[in-house]
């Protein structure tokens, strides 16, 4: 139990402020995705002369690797943009661009899978268009795709150990820093593994909980 | 008889494509009354009751609700033009419809999808409402479900509070669409039953169904309706007493038995 002591409790600070920051990072990236996801979902159904754009981005964020992501963010974004100006920043970017094109697709698949009825309703009592979307169509989604946006945040967190590769210190990257001083990395990998495991569990068992929930009471199946 | 009829169709026609469903339907609905819509499938009865509410766009012709054209906007020198999404919003409030499949909305409860249109759309407060919502539960039956989601209910159910949800707008007119063709048939007295209260009140509706007993029973007229045009008309017993047309003649005699 020594080397545990050791090699980990006695690095439980570095751990722990690396920790912050992968949460932080995640939250964030979650956070913009699930509003660029949307915003982009939308583009994609209802405005028509930008459909293309959005679905070359859809698609492209889709198929690009997130490391060559956080690359081209990080090193091409401030000479093509002048931005972002931090590694945080081009972190959170990447991985929040990443997670939005995978949620406006499943935003879609979420719109697409309401009965078109439930809109003739709407208008048939004679809400707006705006209305119906707001009042009829957006909760609907939201209920139906939760258990998948829980589900992308995992993936957030899993992708977010790339972020050391750009400098940033996350939790990863303060556990592979603590790893080279010493070059004994079983007990401290370890214990990393531990940690992100635990993360990944609790969120998808609070979106599995959440989904039964919904299921219970509204009786929408998981989109 | 100088009385505006509630609704009056003009010369309708609708085409998908090639295809023209509704080939110049005209027909009047006067206040307090109750028409019977049946015909084979395909005939149109959907396609022309979603003109009436305009969920389709006639391709030509037009549909006057107490008089106003639900298609133009017509002025004074005459002119017309198409009339904007926002009047026939307005006008649709006018027009309350059934549908086959409920089409209540999952994530509101019972009382929620009766109130959302007076709330959101005529601009009830909630209690006001809530109010009202609950007399509309009441004519069918259901004050006790106020609460419950519609995925807890049964078919039977869950169309009554579709029922409820279309009386909130306090319509001129109530357009039903087969509201009994996809519930068990044990569950179709009691929306009938509804709808049997709801005529007795002197409610005007316009009911598409295959209940041949409904029909003849509950309604002033009946119309049969024969790719996209009206084949027969009338009250319902010299429809079914002594129909003219052989195709109504064919139509009738499957229901009998
Ligand atoms: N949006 C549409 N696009 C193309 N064709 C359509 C559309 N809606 C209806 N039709 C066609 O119009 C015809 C009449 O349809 P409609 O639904 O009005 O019939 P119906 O009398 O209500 O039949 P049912 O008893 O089966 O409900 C059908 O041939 C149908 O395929
Ligand atoms: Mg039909």
């Not at chain 1, 939308?42 to 060559?68: D, G, K, N, S, W």
């Not at chain 1, 879609?108 to 004679?126: D, F, K, L, N, Q």
């Not at chain 2, 509309?136 to 006790?144: F, G, K, M, W, Y």
């Not at chain 2, 479900?145 to 519609?150: D, F, G, M």
Request: aromatic letters at 8%; glycine letters at 8%; a neutral charge.
């Amino acid at each position: 139990m020594g080397n545990w002591q050791r090699l980990v409790w006695n690095q439980r600070d570095a751990l722990f402020s690396g920790l912050v920051v992968t949460v932080e990072i995640c939250l964030i990236a979650f956070a913009c995705a699930i509003v660029g996801g949307l915003l982009l979902c939308l583009i994609r159904m209802y405005v028509r002369p930008l459909r293309p754009v959005a679905i070359v981005l859809i698609e492209f964020f889709r198929a690009t690797p997130i490391l060559v992501q956080l690359l081209w963010v990080n090193y091409a974004w401030p000479a093509l943009f002048g931005w972002p100006d931090t590694f945080f920043t081009a972190a959170w970017v990447a991985l929040a661009l990443q997670s939005s094109g995978y949620l406006a697709e499943t935003f879609r698949g979420g719109i697409e899978a309401i009965p078109r009825g439930h809109r003739e309703a709407a208008y048939s009592v004679g809400m707006r268009p705006m209305l119906v979307f707001r009042r009829i169509i957006l909760p609907q989604v939201a209920l139906s795709t939760a258990p998948s946006i829980v589900n992308q945040f995992t993936v957030i967190v899993k992708s977010s150990t790339l972020v050391s590769v750009i400098t940033v210190q996350d939790l990863m990257f303060e556990s592979q820093r603590i790893v080279n001083i010493w070059y004994e990395p079983i007990e401290m990998l370890t214990a990393t593994a531990a940690i992100y495991i635990i993360i990944v569990f609790l969120v998808s068992t609070a979106g599995k909980a959440l989904s039964d929930m919904l299921r219970r009471r509204f009786g929408i199946a998981a989109a | 008889m100088s009385e505006v009829p509630t609704i009056r169709v003009v010369d309708v026609h609708k085409r998908f494509g090639s295809l023209e469903v509704l080939k110049g339907v005209s027909f009047e609905v006067h206040r307090g009354n109750v028409v019977s819509m049946i015909g084979a499938s395909g005939s149109g009865k959907s396609t022309l009751l979603r003109c009436i509410n305009h969920l389709e766009t006639p391709t030509t012709g037009d549909i006057f609700i107490e008089g106003e054209s639900l298609c133009f906007r017509g002025d004074a020198a005459g002119s017309r033009a198409p009339r904007p999404l926002s009047e026939i919003n307005r006008m649709r409030r006018d027009l309350g419809t059934v549908f086959q499949q409920f089409n209540l909305w999952p994530h509101m409860t019972v009382l929620g999808n009766v109130i959302e249109a007076p709330n959101r759309v005529r601009g009830l407060s909630r209690k006001a409402a809530a109010q009202l919502g609950g007399e509309c539960l009441a004519r069918v039956h259901l004050e006790d479900k106020a609460l419950e989601y519609p995925a807890r209910l049964s078919g039977g159910q869950q169309q009554r509070v579709a029922i409820a949800r279309a009386l909130a707008m306090q319509p001129k007119v109530m357009l039903f669409d087969e509201p009994t063709s996809s519930l068990d048939p044990e569950l179709t007295d009691e929306v009938l039953g509804v709808m049997r209260e709801l005529a007795a009140d002197g409610t005007t509706m316009i009911v598409v169904t295959h209940e041949m007993g409904f029909a003849r029973e509950v309604s002033d007229r009946v119309m049969f309706l024969h790719n996209g045009l009206i084949e027969e008309e009338g009250p319902p017993d010299q429809m079914f007493g002594a129909p003219k047309s052989e195709r109504f003649r064919q139509f009738i005699a499957k229901y009998l038995y």
